[in-house]
């Protein structure tokens, strides 16, 4: 018989060193001659990332040597940070930024070294691509030459045999590149490029010019995209047909150019596009001249498929995993990264005919018993204005514990990061730590979330600050008038975009929410907008309003003007070296929240930037988190836990 004790006091086997230990970060997967590569980011290895093979007999070997940390930081969030092209590797090198050559077969006996290609300096590089004839590299290059001037994107040329180089521009003029991609042949190159104030999921150009002998490119023409029109991912087909994934229809779908025209490949009312985020993500790839293998999505969740070219027949691929946001194929198989609810995301090898999954890499090697993890359920709920909002729901699940039929669990709502991202199905340890114990989760897709069209994108626009957040509550209620939440221990709790949405709702609606957790969360927009980073300085256009033409409305939705309205409990988490939300925004909070006699708790982490990768960080954050609730709402944690600093902890109003 379960043990009945109450929420949150359950003890659970998923620790929160458990968490921080078993999530290495797979992504980045490319196949090559029978060999499959992709990154690790290591949480054990102070977070750096590390190239892994597998080659065509199951060797697992590290590619890059101890303490390379392969990443870029072009934008920040990064991603195309390495490349596979026949007899060796380019990848980034985070410590210094320069682009490095390592061979794919030293000579036997000898360790394979790496090689820089390019000098130091004030360059970032991300995206490559190598031609298909040359030793020539072509890439996004973030020049940071002056503090004080916004650096300059462009793309690249790279000589690979005259030694050191930081390139050649052979396309500029436009503020971000991305996706350079050489046709088959050689003879043609095509990129997307955008402008500010435009982010890429809102109106990118997608490019084609001749490739010169010298390297550089001429007769470019334009051949799809604007303003109001998002393209992801361009690409060739074996025979030179240009692909790429536009939302023109309002859904991102997969099109082509042919005899001069744009046609849908398959028109559907389904996601075949993710927000570009980081460099190098691809939905679709080409398995023979005929056939194309896609994911695709709809309400929140994706899919394994291939298309005919012919027809545009879609059919699905029954395979028992959802696939990530990296996809690679070949005429027999499709690689990528596959999500599952109850088990470790993994690198897997689907076989197309019949969807048999081979797991190639696991992201964690212990495993939990099921017992103990929640699968989630999707919920759709009425927003406050009539429309409908989605999102994903855990119940509290503990094989050893139950609660008193009268009991109703403390809530959780998540309000994910982005704020064009979206909630996922896959395993989080992370998540499961709470369910486990007691606490009921919903990770909330509020409009302008992405997965479920334009217009519910786009919905977000000029209502950052308002709409994410009464859907928050609004999912809140709708649990507790459903008998699933108590209305007296209801948490809001976000990282990035997420913490400003929770901050948002701790200043804007007091009453609702008991406690707040904000991870590196926005507490004054104007702070942000001012010194951000170029790849999201002029986001805030779309989502609020012009700066500084309309400052009435960033100074009216920072929590840090309405701090007298808190009434809620406040912890906050920071990491010291965050360049996208920079550690002033914590800390003002964290002020603002003391001065006026609140709870209030400030973790700041160094080595941390923007995304916590260290496994001690981890740890830390979720103990101290449970620590936190612990004493907010009155009750004793079954873990042992380290006590953290809390302000104002007498002077609670209305927390028990």
Not at 62 to 91: A, I, K, M, Q, W
Not at 177 to 189: I, V
Not at 265 to 275: D, K, L, Q, R, T
């Amino acid at each position: 018989m379960p043990i009945l004790a109450p929420y949150g006091t359950w003890r659970s086997p998923i620790s929160a060193d458990a968490v921080a230990r078993a999530g290495i970060r797979l992504s980045s997967v490319t196949i090559d001659s029978g060999d499959v590569y992709w990154l690790e980011g290591r949480p054990h290895e102070a977070g750096r990332y590390v190239l892994v093979r597998r080659d065509a007999v199951g060797r697992v070997v590290d590619v890059t040597p101890p303490g390379t940390n392969v990443r870029t930081r072009v934008h920040e969030y990064g991603g195309g940070f390495y490349l596979v092209s026949r007899d060796f590797v380019l990848y980034t090198e985070f410590t210094d930024q320069r682009m490095y050559r390592l061979p794919r077969n030293p000579t036997r006996g000898a360790k394979a070294m790496p090689t820089p290609i390019t000098p130091p300096g004030p360059w970032r590089y991300a995206d490559g691509v190598m031609h298909p004839h040359r030793p020539l590299l072509v890439c996004v290059r973030e020049d940071h030459v002056s503090r004080d001037a916004e650096p300059v994107n462009s793309i690249v040329a790279v000589p690979l045999d005259r030694g050191e180089s930081p390139g050649e521009v052979v396309v500029g003029g436009h503020d971000f590149y991305a996706y350079p991609r050489f046709s088959p042949d050689g003879s043609r190159l095509l990129w997307i490029a955008w402008r500010h104030p435009r982010m890429p999921w809102e109106g990118t150009e997608l490019w084609v010019a001749d490739v010169l002998p010298a390297g550089g490119v001429a007769n470019a023409r334009h051949v799809a995209g604007g303003a109001t029109e998002s393209i992801f991912q361009p690409g060739w087909s074996p025979d030179g047909t240009v692909y790429f994934v536009s939302d023109q229809s309002g859904w991102w779908n997969l099109y082509r150019e042919r005899g001069g025209s744009i046609e849908a490949v398959c028109p559907a009312n389904a996601e075949f596009g993710h927000p570009l985020w980081q460099f190098g993500m691809s939905t679709w790839a080409c398995a023979d001249p005929s056939r194309i293998v896609v994911t695709y999505g709809r309400r929140g969740r994706w899919r394994l498929a291939t298309i005919d070219t012919g027809t545009g027949r879609l059919v699905d691929v029954p395979a028992a995993v959802e696939p990530g946001t990296a996809l690679v194929a070949d005429a027999t198989h499709a690689v990528f990264v596959g999500h599952r609810p109850l088990a470790p995301d993994a690198v897997v090898r689907v076989e197309l005919e019949t969807g048999a999954v081979e797991v190639l890499r696991l992201a964690a090697d212990a495993t939990i018993d099921t017992r103990y993890l929640c699968e989630p359920r999707s919920i759709e709920f009425p927003t406050e204005d009539g429309q409908v909002a989605y999102g994903l729901f855990y119940a509290p699940r503990n094989a050893d514990y139950g609660a008193t039929a009268r009991e109703r669990p403390p809530l959780i709502v998540v309000s994910h990061g982005g704020p064009t991202a979206a909630a996922s199905s896959a395993l989080s340890l992370g998540r499961q730590y709470w369910t486990s114990r007691g606490f009921a989760v919903v990770e909330v897709d509020y409009r302008g979330s992405t997965g479920y069209g334009r217009a519910y994108r786009e919905y977000l626009n000029g209502r950052w600050g308002v709409v994410d957040v009464t859907d928050c509550l609004d999912a809140a209620r709708y649990l507790v008038a459903a008998g699933e939440a108590d209305s007296d221990r209801l948490i809001i709790r976000g990282h990035s975009a997420g913490g400003y949405t929770t901050l948002a709702a701790l200043a804007f609606h007091p009453g609702v929410f008991k406690a707040g957790a904000s991870y590196y969360g926005v507490s004054d927009l104007e702070v942000l907008v001012r010194d951000t980073h170029k790849f999201e300085s002029r986001y805030g256009d779309s989502l609020i309003g012009s700066y500084p033409a309309r400052r009435d409305l960033y100074i009216a939705r920072s929590p840090i003007h309405a701090v007298n309205g808190l009434d809620s409990a406040l912890i906050l988490f920071q990491g010291v070296e965050d360049r996208i939300v920079p550690p002033s925004q914590a800390q003002i909070m964290a002020d603002a929240a003391r001065a006026n006699g609140l709870p209030v708790s400030l973790l700041l982490f160094e080595g941390e930037q923007h995304g916590f990768r260290r496994t001690e960080t981890i740890r830390r954050s979720l103990e101290a988190e449970l620590y936190f609730y612990g004493v907010v709402f009155g009750f004793t944690p079954a873990d042992d836990l380290p006590p953290i600093p809390i302000d104002n902890v007498n002077q609670m109003r209305g927390a028990r």
